[in-house]
Nanobody, 123 residues
Framework: QVQLIESGGGLVQAGGSLRLSCAAS????????VAWFRQTPLIVREFVAV????????YYGNSVKGRVTISRDNAENTVYLQMNNLKPEDAAVYYC????????????????WGQGTQVTVSS
């Protein structure tokens, strides 16, 4: 099994950018579908983005489409989430998650989760 650690969160002004990282240990991240979800007190585990094992398929949640890009570097065992033009409503704890075989946008279908990284957006 794989352990996931998110990093890159922090405080950013509205309109700014952040790049989040999801680094894996204890396994080969290239064996897994990897997704990003976010959670606020109002919305639990909202789908943000997902990427297939070799990066050939990418899908984004409607609330972030056009502003975020998911990518992966399997040689570095890392998946990235580039976020641009951040809005106050993007503030959340961001989690990466992994599952084998097939792509999913549903949080309940993911087996492995990181600890989360906090993104705060000031207006």
């Amino acid at each position: 099994q794989v352990q996931l650690i998110e990093s890159g969160g922090g405080l950013v002004q509205a309109g700014g950018s952040l790049r989040l990282s999801c680094a894996a240990s204890g396994g080969t991240l290239g064996d897994y579908i990897v997704a990003w979800f976010r959670q606020t007190p109002l919305i639990v585990r909202e789908f943000v983005a997902v990427i297939s094992q070799y990066g050939g398929e990418k899908y984004y949640g409607n609330s972030v489409k056009g502003r975020v890009t998911i990518s992966r570097d399997n040689a570095e065992n890392t998946v990235y989430l580039q976020m641009n033009n951040l809005k106050p409503e993007d503030a959340a704890v961001y989690y990466c998650a992994a599952r084998p075989i097939s792509l999913s946008t549903r949080a309940g279908e993911y087996y492995y989760w990181g600890q989360g990284t906090q993104v705060t957006v000031s207006s």
